[in-house]
T-cell receptor, first 113, second 112 residues
């Protein structure tokens, strides 16, 4: 039973446009959510997080939106750049922090010049 | 500041052989994690250490996997004997308390 789902294995967008990556979860006890970015042959790199007490968190070109009632979160990248091409993992925790993360399968984003 | 260091980066072994992975966390990080990432999947937690104590090893296959974190710094993950299904990337991460986890580059294991 997959508790964190990223239903789109891949996404392709044009440079300068918006990239929207989606994530759904089933465990209502999750209260902290993170996005990690991963380049080939490297480990995942933390990108942005959001607590369940918020519905939006912004950091530069990256914004995460949380819809608790729908158990859905999304990552918006605006504007998208070719260097954003990577695999993006959604992760969730029920510990209020990063102690015990459950990851989705990832979405491969390709930003075309 | 140096990141999480893992070695080796790649390892190819035959099934039934033993293998060990080493991790050096970021200086000052008391929490250390070992994850396994299968192809096309997200990382899955194997074990979490708080200093030298394993506080969550519920997902560690204890019949063949073992881990240690002597002195609460470096850690070693061992598989003995390895099986074909153990082929994966083994990731180490560290954090300070329950703050953001920082990952190492991983060890890619291929069992033939």
């Amino acid at each position: 039973d997959q508790q964190v789902k990223q239903n789109s294995p891949s996404l392709s967008v044009q440079e300068g446009r918006i990239s929207i990556l989606n994530c759904d979860y089933t465990n209502s006890m999750f209260d902290y959510f993170l996005w990690y970015k991963k380049y080939p042959a490297e480990g995942p790199t933390f990108l942005i997080s959001i607590s369940s007490i918020k519905d939006k968190n912004e950091d530069g070109r990256f914004t995460v939106f949380l819809n608790k009632s729908a158990k859905h979160l999304s990552l918006h990248i605006v504007p998208s750049q070719p260097g954003d091409s990577a695999v993006y993992f959604c992760a969730a925790s029920d510990q209020g922090g990063s102690e015990k993360l459950v990851f989705g399968k990832g979405t491969k984003l390709t930003v075309n010049p | 500041e140096a990141g999480v260091v893992q070695s080796p980066r790649y390892k190819i072994i035959e099934k039934k052989q033993p293998v060990a992975f080493w991790c050096n966390p970021i200086s000052g990080h008391n929490t250390l994690y070992w994850y396994r990432q299968n192809l096309g999947q997200g990382p899955e937690l194997l074990i979490r250490y708080e200093n030298e104590e394993a506080v969550d090893d519920s997902q560690l296959p204890k019949d063949r996997f073992s881990a240690e974190r002597l002195k609460g710094v470096d850690s070693t993950l061992k598989i003995q004997p390895a099986e074909l299904g153990d082929s994966a990337v083994y990731l180490c991460a560290s954090s300070s308390q329950s703050e953001t986890q920082y990952f190492g580059p991983g060890t890619r294991l291929l069992v033939l």
